[in-house]
Nanobody, 123 residues
Framework: VQLQASGGGLVQAGDSLRLSCAASRRTFSSVGMGWFRQAPGKEREFVATINWSGRSTYYADSVKGRFTISRDNAKNTMYLQMNSLKPEDTAVYYC?????????????????WGQGTQVTVSS
């Protein structure tokens, strides 16, 4: 599965963005997916994950209540709706496809990664 992340940009604190992750193959619909991010000088961290059907999701505490992960299996696309953005959300955001239908917060459970999209939130 090849993944293409898009939708990043430069916004002000409090604004919203929606990231998209388009997958190249129909096997997308059978695996869990996730979003991770990496800020300058920091390690990559988990943001949100969703199972194959979209019925189960899980979020990092830092984004819970502000971000929403979803997927449209008919379009082979996953989304991350980000509201009430904060400067500390600034990072390169990566989408990833998992090894199983379940969701996972662990990067080792993902074997396909997109190229990343930059999100910059100014104060």
């Amino acid at each position: 599965v090849q993944l293409q992340a898009s939708g990043g940009g430069l916004v002000q604190a409090g604004d919203s963005l929606r990231l998209s992750c388009a997958a190249s193959r129909r096997t997308f619909s059978s695996v869990g997916m996730g979003w991770f991010r990496q800020a300058p000088g920091k390690e990559r961290e988990f943001v949100a994950t969703i199972n194959w059907s979209g019925r189960s999701t899980y979020y990092a505490d830092s984004v819970k209540g502000r971000f929403t992960i979803s997927r449209d299996n008919a379009k082979n696309t996953m989304y991350l709706q980000m509201n009430s953005l904060k400067p500390e959300d600034t990072a390169v955001y990566y989408c990833a496809a998992g090894l199983t239908p379940r969701y996972s917060v662990t990067s080792q459970d993902y074997n396909n990664w997109g190229q990343g999209t930059q999100v910059t939130v100014s104060s």
